[in-house]
């Protein structure tokens, strides 16, 4: 149970972190300098101005000292790592594994970010990624490691696959994204992270159409469903796919 708390705790800052690294990659800024400041009024900010989630409750989403509206994507990124961390931790347990399970979840969370922002998945955050667990591949799994070699390069042909296919409407960022996804989760659930990606993106995408949120043919980050699919297909992946095939057995 302590343990529990602290996975929490570690969760809910390394997500504030992940908002300032995801902010300062996309201006192509230092991560460790200057220290933390209002975007608007560039006050530096104390202590209590950087609890997560607390801080933006308690001084009601707005600068302490320019009153300058805080974007809400800073708690709900703290809330979103802390909350896949934890789940990725109670899933897969305390064991090896969850080496790579963590560094692909803190990447999902990196990439989902900047997309959000600007659209973009960079270069700065997949490429490490992916020889960072090309690596961690080599000690850990239970699979032998050319299945997972294989995985990252499923991710990375499908997506480019449909890049060609569609003339631009899956960018370059997603393409490498999906390689580092493949060498954690192999070839099968890869598959099945589009899989999901791909249905929840669809759904969302209809929706936000007809309620009018969007218009047609305008761009929607995809981040997100790549996030989900991937978490969804990573740690439920075989009871998804027993269901799935379950249905057509009727
Ligand atoms: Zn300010």
Not at 8 to 23: E, H, Q, T
Not at 192 to 203: E, K, R
Not at 231 to 238: C, N
Request: net charge positive.
């Amino acid at each position: 149970m302590i343990c529990d708390s602290y996975f929490w705790l570690i969760g809910l800052l390394l997500g504030s972190f992940l908002n300032v690294v995801a902010i300062r990659l996309l201006k192509k800024e230092s991560i460790a300098f200057p220290p933390s400041n209002c975007p608007n009024c560039h006050h530096r900010l104390s202590v209590l101005d950087l609890v997560p989630v607390f801080s933006y409750l308690f001084l009601k989403g707005k600068c302490r000292y320019c009153k300058a509206k805080i974007s809400p994507l800073y708690p709900v990124g703290e809330l979103v790592t802390a909350s896949s961390l934890f789940l990725v931790y109670k899933v897969v347990g305390v064991q090896l594994e969850l080496l790579p399970a963590i560094i692909l979840t803190t990447v999902l969370v990196l990439a989902v970010l900047t997309d959000i922002r600007e659209k973009l998945i960079l270069d700065v955050i997949t490429l490490p990624a992916i020889a960072i667990l090309l690596i961690t591949r080599l000690f850990i799994g239970s699979e032998p490691f050319w299945f997972y070699v294989v995985g990252g390069a499923v991710g990375f042909v499908l997506l480019l696959l449909i890049a060609i296919v569609s003339r631009g409407g899956m960018g370059g960022g997603d393409i490498k994204l999906y390689a580092a996804i493949g060498l954690v989760l192999g070839p099968w659930m890869t598959l099945l992270s589009f899989m999901v990606a791909s249905f929840l993106g669809a759904v969302v995408g209809l929706l936000l159409i007809v309620t009018g949120v969007v218009k047609r043919k305008q761009p929607i980050a995809f981040g997100p469903f790549i996030f989900i699919g991937t978490l969804i297909a990573y740690l439920f992946g075989y009871d998804v796919w027993n269901w799935y095939v379950s249905l057509w057995q009727g």
